[in-house]
């Protein structure tokens, strides 16, 4: 099978739309919806539920570093890519559509939803290693920036149309849509429904029309895998740039995916906002994320990857700290609105750093680096939160912790240098 082309039209469209339709996982569970039901529903109280929550993100975070790497090497080494992503799609859709009915009440309520959640996060996770490592093969050095943001921009606004049929279909009416009952919260459980749906479908398009070059002759076993790995980490000395965006990335990202996580839960808790206004939260905060996915595309490709992501740090860690010491919901919505238009173009510049200066015979292994350095710590900003917050009894306290991660993040950053691998 032929390798797609270098920016085709078609091809980039199809990549993107698989941001489309992903990002309606994250948006809608990990972030307002199911996360904010199950601390307020399904858990015993709201603090509990959030340091419970913290666990299953941590829990996930260890099983996605693990597996990152492996099937990374094993995706290169059998050119199978594709299917590694439909497997691990699959996972996330069927384990988010079982979350729907989890009743809130039995004693094992908490723990299969915890469960299936995990299992659900894994596959998104697990699944973005081999989405991520198609980047350079569709994008030329000099577009990759903006169509890493282009990828971003869309899979925002994918996640912002799901959350709006979710709130006008299924949250906020009193007679949901395809007659769905509002009794034990079945039509907020329902939703993850929609998001099993919206993944499946708008996922099909990569799978249809981008085109991977097949690899003959290499075959992929688990000892060859593992012997490519630690080959890998013996030579990463020789790629120091790349192991030191690693390493701040790794912290960085520690603080972004605690935001996302919790984001949800600390309006409804902190600030008492009911579901429906949390989704219309979230609603704002993925228009102005898509904006600024779609904006900094440009400037990443104007002024570099490594000054986008700095400046963005700086403007996440300030939002950290305003929505911490904001005393009303204004100012939280203002915190909200600066995470937003930075979140995006945060993640979006780091995909594109690093599809600058990796190894272009190890993309999917170092892609699975990637994904291992943004996961082999991402249980610490969650558990670090939810320990404090249930320590302190106060959600604020857990919240600040945060701001560390972002500073120190930019600390290491600011010694990498942006330039292409200097070894083979």
């Given amino acids: 099978m032929k390798a797609s082309r270098v920016n085709d039209p078609k091809t980039i469209v199809s990549w993107c739309m698989f941001d489309w339709a992903n990002s309606a996982f994250t948006t809608l569970v990990v972030t307002f919806?199911?996360?904010?039901?199950?601390t307020q529903a399904i858990a015993p109280d709201q603090v509990t539920g959030t340091a419970l929550w913290s666990r299953a993100v941590g829990a996930s975070g260890i099983l996605i570093a693990l597996l990152s790497p492996i099937l990374g090497a094993a995706a290169d080494r059998g050119s199978r890519r594709k299917q590694f992503l439909a497997a691990s799609t699959a996972a996330c859709v069927l384990a988010t559509a079982a979350l729907t009915f989890v009743k809130p009440g039995p004693d094992h309520a908490v723990a299969l939803a915890l469960l299936l959640f995990v299992v659900a996060n894994v596959g998104f996770e697990v699944g973005m290693v081999f989405y991520n490592a198609f980047l350079p093969s569709i994008a030329s050095p000099d577009r990759i920036g903006r169509v890493s943001g282009w990828?971003?921009?869309v899979g925002y606004v994918g996640g912002l149309l799901c959350l709006i049929v979710a709130l006008v279909g299924f949250v906020q009416p009193e007679e949901p849509w395809f007659g769905l009952s509002r009794a034990e919260g079945f039509n907020v459980r329902a939703t993850n429904l929609l998001v099993a749906f919206w993944f499946a479908l708008f996922s099909l398009p990569l799978f249809v029309f981008l085109r991977e070059e097949s690899a003959p002759g290499r075959r992929w076993n688990v000892g060859e895998t593992f012997r490519e790995i630690r080959q890998t980490l013996r030579q990463v000395r020789?790629?120091?740039?790349v192991a030191k965006f690693l390493l701040a990335r790794m912290i960085y990202n520690d603080g972004l995916v605690t935001v996302w996580a919790f984001g949800g839960i600390y309006?409804?808790?902190?600030?008492?906002?009911?579901?429906?206004e949390v989704i219309v939260f979230g609603i704002v905060l993925n228009v102005v994320a898509g904006l600024g996915a779609l904006l900094f595309g440009f400037v990443d490709d104007k002024i570099g990857s490594k000054k986008t992501v700095m400046i963005t740090l700086a403007a996440l860690g300030s939002a950290v700290l305003l929505a911490v010491w904001a005393p009303t919901k204004t100012w939280l919505w203002v915190a909200g609105f600066l995470i937003g238009i930075f979140g995006g173009p945060n993640q979006a510049a780091s995909r594109s750093f690093m599809g600058r200066i990796v190894p272009e015979r190890h993309r999917a292994e170092f892609f699975g680096f990637y994904a291992f350095s943004g996961k082999i710590t991402s249980f610490l900003g969650p558990l670090i939160l939810g320990a404090v917050a249930q320590a302190a009894g106060s959600q604020r306290a857990?919240?600040?912790?945060v701001f560390g991660f972002f500073l120190m993040g930019a600390i290491l950053l600011a010694t990498v240098r942006e330039e292409p691998p200097s070894a083979p």
């Fill in 398 to 401: 857990g919240v600040a912790t």
């Fill in 33 to 38: 919806v199911y996360s904010t039901y199950f």
């Fill in 151 to 153: 990828g971003w921009g």
């Fill in 267 to 276: 309006a409804a808790g902190t600030f008492g906002m009911p579901l429906s």
């Fill in 238 to 241: 020789r790629y120091r740039e």
